[in-house]
């Protein structure tokens, strides 16, 4: 018991001198640590219907099923390349929908760049 409470004091004299000190937060508290863990903890169900609005190649698919169990998605793509990739990646756990999501409907010019995660419907 001696041994670990002087490893205790070592550790905690290293995280201070570091400017840094280890916190303990219990589980279900939103915490600041994980984006994921705490929006989990936020919307406070496990199938929340999600809107992936220029869903590329499903990032936002992906860390959204890492936090949820069921999540509903609907995930927008413009880019028909792109759109490729994510119905690949992601068509049997989301609908995938190839058009852009705005307010209005009208027809616009895609600006596509070598990296495809830059596409955008605004003007350069």
Do not use: W
């Amino acid at each position: 018991m001696v041994m670990r409470e002087f490893a205790r004091g070592v550790f905690q004299a290293l995280l201070r001198k570091l400017n840094r000190q280890l916190v303990y937060i219990p589980p279900d508290v939103i915490g600041g640590i994980s984006v994921g863990e705490d929006i989990r903890l936020m919307i406070g169900k496990q199938s929340p219907v999600c809107l992936d609005v220029g869903a590329n190649e499903g990032q936002t698919i992906s860390f959204l099923r890492k936090y949820f169990d069921r999540p509903e998605i609907h995930a927008f793509e413009p880019s028909s390349e792109e759109f490729s990739v994510l119905a690949g990646k992601h068509g049997d756990v989301a609908r995938i929908y190839n058009i852009a999501l705005g307010d209005r409907a009208e027809t616009r010019q895609l600006s596509k760049f070598e990296l495809p995660v830059m596409n955008s419907l605004l003007p350069m």
